[in-house]
């Protein structure tokens, strides 16, 4: 029997949130989601007393939300504002919208931006989606249209939270149809509550102390960063020897860095100090490249979703750091309309992920951004970082752009990692090092040569 959508939201949060009174199995489930509210808010945002909280969500997340939302105020939060998005909704505008008001962007929701950046807001976006597909029937132009003028019209706040002039954090909470894309093997039921599971295990909330849990594996992260750095590379060669459609290698890219590139992993910082983490789970490590100074092939090793739309089995060559071809087994229309945002065929971002990671010994494809590209090396097409090149954050827009930083209207990442890839680093004196072999950093790399000093040699 078929069940409407406002009754499985019914059910599951009756699953959730009510039956744990019932049984230790729920019970064992409210405490693990109140563990990972209160890492979102403590760890996450590291939410400040009398500091607003911005929080974006799916209706479907609302019991979880709730609970969210009691933490920041138990952690002293002056006011929690809730944006809920509604994909069907967004849908009905974009199929029905005149078309001299695809591109209209509330002043109102500007305003509100403005507000919450003057005065410092956290901001929590939830992830996972309620109707996963519902937008394939929407024309890939109308939604880069629309997407497009919401994005320049709040570029002020997009940048200040690529240049972590305020906290943010990018964290999940399972959909019943996100759960049964990811265990299409189990009931409805199960696959939520197995999806939950996943989700507090690359967390680290299903740990006894979580906070205490995350720094110690932001430490991993910072340490394989600063080897890096120590290195001097200023390229990545990367390699994929499996013979893609042409019988080549399926990759064969080489990345180019900035003079002076800066590694990260783990936390960021505000101007004030203030240490949060932008995504959790995350597994990379990840600078920005030099936008003119990519050049080879590389194909992608999982979907991913512009505008919203499945684009998978993507093949991309670069020359002079610009996407000249592009190919895609399902989604190249995508593609097409994605590329004419402004700087979107050049690289904002490139990240190292070992395979060995938590999120992609999972054993799944999770169809979303924020655990598929911590399974594996990924790319992001569109704005970098700036954080990634020295004293980038405090660059005018003339300097970024003198030292490659990108700049687009759009930020997407592509996952290229394979368990047959190697990754080779080329320092600023031409010394090829290696990084990467069959997918996993080489032991060098993740432990110092003098552990008193923390030098690398490889």
């Known amino acids: 029997m078929a069940v409407s959508a406002s009754m499985a939201d019914e059910t599951m949060a009756e699953t959730i949130m009510e039956s744990s009174q019932n049984t230790p199995v729920d019970d064992r489930l409210a405490h693990l989601q109140s563990q990972y509210a209160q890492l979102i808010i403590k760890s996450g945002v590291n939410l400040q007393p009398g500091q607003g909280l911005s929080v974006r969500a799916e ?17 002293g939060a002056k006011h929690v504002f809730v944006q809920w998005d509604d994909d069907p909704t967004t849908r009905a505008r974009l199929l ?64 200040a939270t690529m240049t972590n002039r305020i906290p943010w954090c990018v964290a999940a909470v399972p959909t019943q149809a996100w759960a049964q894309q990811v265990f299409p093997e189990l009931s409805a039921h199960d696959a939520v ?27 991993t992260l910072e340490s394989v960063a600063a080897a890096l750095i120590q290195l001097h590379v200023r390229s990545l060669h990367f390699v994929d020897a499996t013979p893609g459609r042409d019988g080549k290698p399926a990759t064969d890219l080489v990345v180019g860095l900035s003079e002076a590139p800066v590694w990260i992993g783990g936390s960021g ?6 240490r949060f983490q932008p995504n959790i789970p995350t597994e990379e490590i990840f600078t920005t ?50 590329f004419l945002i402004p700087g ?11 395979v060995r990671s938590p999120v992609n010994e999972a054993g799944r494809v999770f169809y979303e951004i924020l655990f598929d590209e911590n399974c ?23 300097e970024r752009e003198a030292v490659g930083i990108n700049s687009s209207q759009t930020h997407v990442d592509f996952m290229i990692g394979t368990p047959t890839m190697d990754v080779t680093g080329i320092t600023a004196d031409g010394v090829r090092v290696p990084i990467m072999v069959q997918g996993r950093f080489v032991d060098a790399l993740t432990t110092p040569q003098d552990q008193d000093n923390g030098t690398y040699s490889i």
Not at 199 to 214: E, G, H, L, V, Y
Not at 269 to 274: I, N, Y
Request: proline residues 7%.
């Open 59 to 75: 209706l479907e997340h609302a019991p979880f939300v709730r609970q969210l939302v009691a933490a920041a105020y138990q952690a």
């Open 96 to 159: 029905n919208v005149a078309a001299d008001s695809v591109e209209y962007v509330p002043p109102f929701d500007v305003v509100r931006l403005q507000q919450m950046l003057d005065e410092g807001w956290a901001r929590v976006s939830l992830v996972g989606p309620a109707h996963p597909t519902i937008m394939n029937d929407v024309p890939p132009a109308i939604m880069r249209r629309a997407s497009a003028a919401r994005s320049v019209a709040t570029k002020f706040y997009s940048d």
């Open 193 to 219: 509550a197995q999806l939950w599971t996943t989700i507090f295990a690359t967390a680290r909330a299903d740990q006894p102390d979580p906070q205490a849990a995350w720094l110690a594996h932001e430490h």
């Open 269 to 274: 910082h505000t101007p004030q100090d203030v």
């Open 289 to 338: 490249p030099h936008n003119m100074h990519v050049e080879g092939w590389v194909s992608t090793s999982k979907p991913t979703f512009p505008f919203g739309r499945r684009v998978e089995g993507g093949w991309f060559r670069f020359s002079k750091g610009q996407v000249v071809e592009h190919h895609a087994e399902v989604g190249e229309e995508v593609l097409d309309e994605f």
């Open 344 to 354: 979107a065929q050049r690289l904002g971002e490139i990240a190292l992920v070992d």
């Open 376 to 398: 594996v090396c990924h790319m992001a097409f569109g704005d970098a970082y700036p954080g990634g090149v020295v004293a980038g954050e405090s660059m005018t827009a003339d």
